[in-house]
Structures are given as C-alpha cells and as structure tokens.
C-alpha cells in the first residue's frame, strides 16, 4: 500500500541490497589477484560512481567466470523512500562488511610478493557486494541462494551500471591479504547467512 501511495505522489524509490558470495576449492586463489586490482582502481576513483561501476562490472564478470567454484550465497537488503534513509543503510552495511573476518585491507603492509613460495593458499573466498540504486530490479529484490537466481541478480547488477542508476557501490572481501586464510571454521563464525548452493 506505502508502495502505491509513493509511486503516486512520484517519490523516489531506493533499493539497497548486499549480497554474499562464496567461493571454495583449490585453484580459486586467483580471484584474490582481481579483487586486490579492483580494490586498488576503487581507491583510485575516490568515488566516482562510474568508475566503480566499472570496476563492478569487471569484478561481477570474473565472478561469473568462476560459478562452478560458489560454493554459498546469500542477500539481505530494504526498499527506502528517502535518500537520507537509504544512505545511512548503505554506512551501516558498509561498516558491517568491514568488521568482518578477514576483510580489512592494509595497504602500508608489504604485499607479500616477495615471500617464499610457502605462502598458505585459501580454500575460501567471500564476497560482499553493497548496492544503492533507484527503482525496483526484481532480479535483486528475492532471494538469490542458488545458482540461477544469483547469475541473474548478477547480470542485474551490469545493466545498472548501464543505465546509471547506481548510488552507492562497495566491495568487501575475504581474505583481503595475501597469506591470509578463511577456514571453514571461520565462515561459520563470521559468515552465519551463507547458504549452500
């Protein structure tokens, strides 16, 4: 009914969602190696909605090249009609992301490549995607913890970025460091929501 009334009064309807991707196996190490690229390009746009959208689009498309290592997903998100409203839930998913295991960057640490060859490789990687944007993507707006409906909210995903209708766009992820591990035991602590695909 609010739905209605809001459209008919001609308000702006704000959808921000997160979702969870997780990846495991023995040779999912390279993704690490695109999301620390797109981290750095991230950095690099100091905020402009179109480069991180790019970026986005890059990060979303690597991820559907390695569907056969998602291993669990899940999403969460609301519908807002203040902008205002819409932005302190984007901070507050943002900051969540954030506090989770394994997702903080240093990035005035070494980057490891250095090492020895003896460097751990993780089995785990999680993925933590925050949008805003206007108006209604049904493709985003259910649940997406199985295999076709995360590829579609995915490729709704790209065709935001191709119709400008982001707002906010945050990219989290698990482990953030080279040499850093996400032990099964560790996605049951700090990753509850994820279900199996």
């Given at each position: 009914?609010r739905?209605?009334?809001?459209?008919?009064v001609?308000?702006?309807?704000?959808?921000v969602?997160?979702?969870?991707i997780?990846?495991?196996?023995?040779?999912?190490?390279?993704?690490?190696?695109?999301?620390?690229?797109?981290?750095?390009?991230?950095?690099?746009?100091?905020?402009?909605?179109?480069v991180?959208?790019?970026?986005?689009?890059?990060?979303?498309?690597t991820l559907?090249?390695?569907?056969?290592?998602w291993?669990?997903?899940?999403n969460?998100?609301?519908?807002?009609?203040s902008?205002?409203e819409?932005?302190?839930?984007?901070?507050?998913?943002?900051?969540?992301?954030?506090?989770?295991?394994?997702?903080d960057?240093?990035w005035?640490?070494p980057s490891?490549f250095?090492?020895?060859?003896?460097?751990?490789?993780?089995?785990n990687?999680?993925?933590?995607?925050?949008?805003?944007?206007?108006?209604?993507?049904?493709?985003?707006?259910?649940?997406?913890?199985?295999?076709?409906?995360?590829?579609?909210?995915?490729?709704?995903?790209?065709?935001?970025q191709?119709k400008?209708k982001?707002?906010?766009?945050?990219?989290h992820?698990?482990?953030?460091q080279?040499?850093?591990?996400?032990?099964?035991?560790?996605?049951?602590?700090?990753?509850?929501?994820?279900?199996?695909?």
């Amino acid at each position: 009914m609010r739905d209605t009334f809001n459209r008919m009064v001609g308000r702006t309807r704000y959808v921000v969602c997160r979702l969870f991707i997780h990846l495991g196996g023995s040779d999912i190490a390279p993704i690490l190696g695109v999301l620390n690229h797109s981290a750095r390009e991230a950095i690099d746009a100091d905020g402009d909605l179109q480069v991180l959208g790019e970026v986005l689009v890059e990060l979303i498309e690597t991820l559907l090249r390695y569907d056969e290592y998602w291993t669990s997903a899940a999403n969460e998100g609301d519908v807002f009609w203040s902008e205002g409203e819409a932005g302190d839930y984007v901070n507050e998913l943002f900051t969540n992301s954030a506090e989770r295991y394994g997702a903080d960057i240093d990035w005035d640490s070494p980057s490891g490549f250095d090492e020895p060859f003896s460097i751990p490789v993780t089995r785990n990687v999680v993925v933590m995607i925050t949008v805003a944007f206007e108006g209604e993507v049904p493709e985003l707006e259910t649940d997406l913890a199985n295999i076709q409906a995360l590829k579609e909210g995915l490729r709704a995903l790209i065709n935001l970025q191709y119709k400008n209708k982001f707002r906010a766009i945050q990219v989290h992820f698990s482990p953030a460091q080279l040499g850093d591990e996400l032990s099964n035991d560790d996605l049951l602590q700090y990753y509850p929501e994820l279900i199996p695909l």
